[in-house]
């Protein structure tokens, strides 16, 4: 793990959620990483979400690929198409 963070040290802040599934899971680390991403305070590529029966285990939020300028694609982790930082729009998904 290499996060970026500005300045300071970086921390991991555990949030258990209570979910039916590991998908819904880590859609929900998705929304607050990205809700909390304007700040420049969290890394979302980093994000990730372990079972509490296994924390050895870490499912990724995002992908883990990295954009040509480095960065971290933002889409989900089995995403089709091409890497980006932004979701596509609803008409983009539409095509797909
Ligand atoms: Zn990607």
Same mark, same amino acid.
Do not use: K, W
């Given at each position: 793990m290499n996060p970026t963070p500005t300045a300071g040290h970086c921390?991991?802040?555990? $949030?258990?959620?209570? *979910?039916?599934? $590991?998908?819904?899971? *880590?859609r929900v680390a998705r929304v607050i990483a990205r809700s909390l991403s304007f700040h420049s305070l969290v890394e979302c590529g980093e994000a990730a979400v372990t079972s509490v029966d296994d924390l050895e285990v870490r499912h990724?939020?995002?992908?883990?690929?990295?954009?040509?300028?480095?960065?971290?694609c933002l889409l989900h982790p089995d995403h089709d198409g091409q890497c980006a930082r932004q979701l596509p729009s609803v008409n983009q998904r539409l095509r797909r």
């Amino acid at each position: 793990m290499n996060p970026t963070p500005t300045a300071g040290h970086c921390y991991l802040i555990q $949030l258990p959620v209570v *979910v039916d599934d $590991l998908a819904t899971a *880590v859609r929900v680390a998705r929304v607050i990483a990205r809700s909390l991403s304007f700040h420049s305070l969290v890394e979302c590529g980093e994000a990730a979400v372990t079972s509490v029966d296994d924390l050895e285990v870490r499912h990724p939020a995002f992908c883990e690929r990295h954009l040509p300028n480095g960065r971290r694609c933002l889409l989900h982790p089995d995403h089709d198409g091409q890497c980006a930082r932004q979701l596509p729009s609803v008409n983009q998904r539409l095509r797909r």
